[in-house]
């Protein structure tokens, strides 16, 4: 049976190491990944990789070969449609740093891990912080430069442009669900980490309600997406990297109207209104309201360095 607990004969579980993982989906694509497959702004709700989940900590992740090419199709990433959707995305930057400062007033430096085109490094820098953002794409780096007036380093964290560099705030803003060495990442992160520094990590929840109700077609299970975490795993990830929460609590997001319901056809038959909403002045204007929205299906974690595991690393 796919769902059967027996010793894995592909990956360990990667946060846990535990043997007991099983096929949790089957592939949702049949040819090999190209960049394109890996958009921010795709909309292929439910289309994965082969998804393994773990009997003993639940997390769910990919088990597949093109694991090893990620980077490279990351490097090649274009995503015309993000640069559209900038505007309300950096509402969403300007809330998160201002949890970010609530937590760390006193904070001067920043470094956002998979900065995509510099929106968050854009308004930290507004706001008086020193702050670097490291992205592996190419093509997002150059949109950094020329849309957003930043230059952000093209390529991977760990950094040797920033190896002898400490922070204090490291933000992971949804990018650990697309690394297949989630915990590397974190122990990378804190040791990058001044001390009484922060990390600031934003996932989507496979646990929450929502990803329950909409089952297999979750709006966050994508092919660019390979670690599915809930608060447990997550947690188990963490301490594992010798990382302590601070809080946790749940995303805010700000969306254009018309965005939301173009994606919500893509579960309920509303094609005719969004088409009817073109024509029409009044719902035209409505639909390109920006309204706040908290799903409660995106954790975000606040941690810092568990002192007893930073002294048994040295």
Known sequence: MMNELLPATKPDCWICGSIRTALW??????????????????????VTLSLRKCGDCGFIFADDAELTELTALYERLDDPEYATTQDTRLLQMRWLLGKMLESRPDARTLLDVGAGAGLLVAEARRLGLEAIGIEPSCSLVETAAR??????????FPQAKVAEQKFDVISLVDVIEHVAKPVELLRQCREALRPEGIIVLV???????????LGRRWWHFRLAHVGYFDRRSLTRATESAGLTPL????????????????RTAEY??????????????????LYQRVIPLNLRDSLVFFLTADKKASSSDS
């Open 247 to 262: 809080r946790w609590f749940r995303a805010k997001w700000f969306f254009r109207v018309r965005y939301l319901a173009e």
């Open 25 to 46: 989906k089957k592939r949702g694509i049949e040819r090999p990944l190209i960049p394109e497959d890996l958009q921010i702004t795709d909309h292929r709700y439910g």
């Open 268 to 285: 309920l038959p509303v094609d005719w209104l969004n088409r009817l909403s073109r024509r029409v002045p009044v719902l035209d204007g």
């Open 147 to 156: 849309v957003n007036g930043v230059e952000i380093i093209q390529g991977v």
């Open 203 to 213: 996932t989507p929840d496979v646990g929450s309600l929502l990803a329950t109700v």
